[in-house]
Nanobody
Framework: QVQLVESGGGLVQAGGSLRLSCAAS????????MEWYRQAPAKERELLAA???????IYAESAKGRFTISRDNFKKMVFLQVNSLKPDDTGVYYC??????????????????WGQGTQVTVSS
């Protein structure tokens, strides 16, 4: 079945950079919008950036200027480059993807998938 797995998180000092990756696996026919979210401690999950199947990007106000979303359709991956990290960027980063693929054995359909998240901790 289709799965998303994030990677690239870790502990970084303020001012540093990270490149987060999210890889999709399984029987996938098409991938549509892909998105990155962040959930800071004691806060709700917020949308940071989105990228359409043809590469158009949208950013939350809080993500403009320091965050860059990109994708590699051949590798079935989406990336989030984060520069000039701040302690407020600390949280769990999740990717979400709208995918047409195998939902269950021999059954195909379109739905949203979430990854398990990758922790980013920014120290001051």
């Amino acid at each position: 079945q289709v799965q998303l797995v994030e990677s690239g998180g870790g502990l970084v000092q303020a001012g540093g950079s990270l490149r987060l990756s999210c890889a999709a696996s399984g029987k996938i026919n098409s991938m549509y919008d892909m998105e990155w979210y962040r959930q800071a401690p004691a806060k709700e999950r917020e949308l940071l950036a989105a990228i359409t199947g043809d590469g158009r990007t949208i950013y939350a106000e809080s993500a403009k200027g320091r965050f860059t979303i990109s994708r590699d359709n051949f590798k079935k991956m989406v990336f989030l480059q984060v520069n000039s990290l701040k302690p407020d960027d600390t949280g769990v980063y999740y990717c979400k993807a709208d995918i047409f693929g195998e939902i269950s054995r021999n059954t195909f359909g379109r739905r949203d998938y979430w990854g398990q998240g990758t922790q980013v901790t920014v120290s001051s």
